[in-house]
C-alpha cells in the first residue's frame, strides 16, 4: 500500500522523472550506448534505473520515450545479460561460494551471521 502523505509531490516527481529521461533518451538518439558507441558500466547503471522505472509504473515515460524501451531491449539482448539472467535463475554465483569454501574452511557448514550495531546512530549536530 502505498502512503497519501507524498502525494502533494508526486506531480513535480513524475515532471523531474520525465525530464532526466528526455535528457537521456536524446543522447541515445543518435548512438547505441550512453558513452558513444560503446557498451560500458554506464549503460549496466542505467539498466536498473529503467528496470526500476518500468517495474514503477513509468509505462508513460516508455511510451512518450521510445528511445529507453529499445536501448533497455538492446542491453537484454546482449548475451552477457542472457548468461547473468541464466545464472540468476540456477542460483549459480560464477563460484563465490566455492572460493569461500577454500579461504575460510572452518566457516564451512556453519551458518552466517551478519554482525550489527545494537546502538542506534545518533543525528549530526550542527558546528556552531
Same mark, same amino acid.
Given at each position: 500500500?502505498? %502512503? =497519501?502523505?507524498? /502525494?502533494?509531490?508526486?506531480?513535480?516527481? %513524475?515532471?523531474? #522523472? =520525465?525530464?532526466? $529521461?528526455?535528457?537521456?533518451?536524446?543522447?541515445?538518439?543518435?548512438?547505441?550506448?550512453? #558513452?558513444?558507441?560503446?557498451?560500458? /558500466?554506464?549503460?549496466?547503471?542505467? %539498466? $536498473? #534505473?529503467?528496470? /526500476? /522505472?518500468?517495474?514503477?509504473?513509468?509505462?508513460?515515460? $516508455?511510451?512518450?520515450?521510445?528511445?529507453?524501451?529499445?536501448?533497455?531491449?538492446?542491453?537484454?539482448?546482449?548475451?552477457?545479460?542472457?548468461?547473468?539472467?541464466?545464472?540468476?535463475?540456477?542460483?549459480?554465483?560464477?563460484?563465490?561460494? =566455492?572460493?569461500?569454501?577454500?579461504?575460510?574452511?572452518?566457516?564451512?557448514?556453519?551458518?552466517?551471521? #551478519?554482525?550489527?550495531?545494537?546502538?542506534?546512530?545518533?543525528?549530526?549536530?550542527?558546528?556552531?
Amino acid at each position: 500500500m502505498q %502512503s =497519501k502523505g507524498g /502525494a502533494p509531490f508526486m506531480p513535480r516527481i %513524475s515532471s523531474e #522523472v =520525465k525530464n532526466h $529521461f528526455g535528457y537521456i533518451s536524446g543522447a541515445l538518439a543518435e548512438r547505441d550506448y550512453l #558513452v558513444g558507441n560503446s557498451f560500458s /558500466a554506464a549503460d549496466i547503471q542505467m %539498466s $536498473f #534505473v529503467l528496470e /526500476a /522505472a518500468r517495474l514503477t509504473g513509468a509505462q508513460e515515460v $516508455f511510451q512518450s520515450l521510445p528511445n529507453l524501451g529499445t536501448y533497455l531491449e538492446r542491453l537484454h539482448a546482449r548475451p552477457a545479460h542472457q548468461r547473468a539472467l541464466q545464472r540468476g535463475r540456477l542460483g549459480d554465483t560464477g563460484g563465490q561460494d =566455492k572460493r569461500q569454501r577454500l579461504t575460510r574452511p572452518h566457516l564451512e557448514g556453519r551458518p552466517s551471521q #551478519v554482525h550489527r550495531t545494537s546502538a542506534p546512530l545518533e543525528p549530526l549536530e550542527p558546528p556552531g
